[in-house]
């Protein structure tokens, strides 16, 4: 089902789509474990790519290197506390580079600061979530999450499959 944007650009819901294609940067393995749970839960099909470092991340988005003909992804789940290049920097490339910039980024991070909400905001975020630490609290987030971008948020087409 696909619908028009205000811009005339074709939309699309994502749970329209044949799978969904969602890159989660996160470095730690039992957020990664518990976010792979409940979206197996799901009644979407999903395909979870998960990378644990940002310089990794930004090469995926962009396609290149190791990830050259990789599937763009439809969201992207972004810890802010990465190593190597962390996860403020990695927002602040993905919606400064206009191949990127409308890859809707949804921050999941530990860090309740005041600094870091607003400044991902001003980065450009599409929203913020800190993480519950709570297991159930964590799998009921990740569900919401799922319910709320993947099937109710509208989506401009990949560039790739515009025109049809």
């Given at each position: ?41 799901s009644r979407l099909s999903i395909n979870l790519d998960v990378l644990d470092d940002g310089r ?78 709570d297991m159930e609290q964590f799998r009921e987030v ?23």
């Open positions: 089902m696909s619908s028009l944007t205000g811009s005339g650009e074709p939309a699309v819901l994502l749970s329209n789509l044949s799978a969904i294609n969602v890159l989660m940067v996160e470095d730690d393995p039992d957020d990664v474990y518990l976010t792979r749970q409940a979206l197996r839960a990794d991340a930004l090469e995926y988005l962009r396609g290149s290197g190791r990830y050259a003909g990789r599937s763009r992804p439809n969201l992207v789940l972004l810890d802010l506390n990465l190593p190597g290049k962390d996860g403020r920097e990695v927002l602040s490339e993905i919606k400064n580079d206009p191949a990127l910039a409308d890859i809707p980024v949804v921050i999941l991070t530990t860090s309740k600061a005041e600094q870091d909400i607003a400044s991902s905001y001003r980065e450009h975020a599409n929203c913020y979530i800190s993480k519950p630490v990740v569900s919401s999450i799922e319910n709320f971008w993947f099937t109710v948020v509208q989506f401009p087409l990949d560039p790739g499959q515009a025109g049809g």
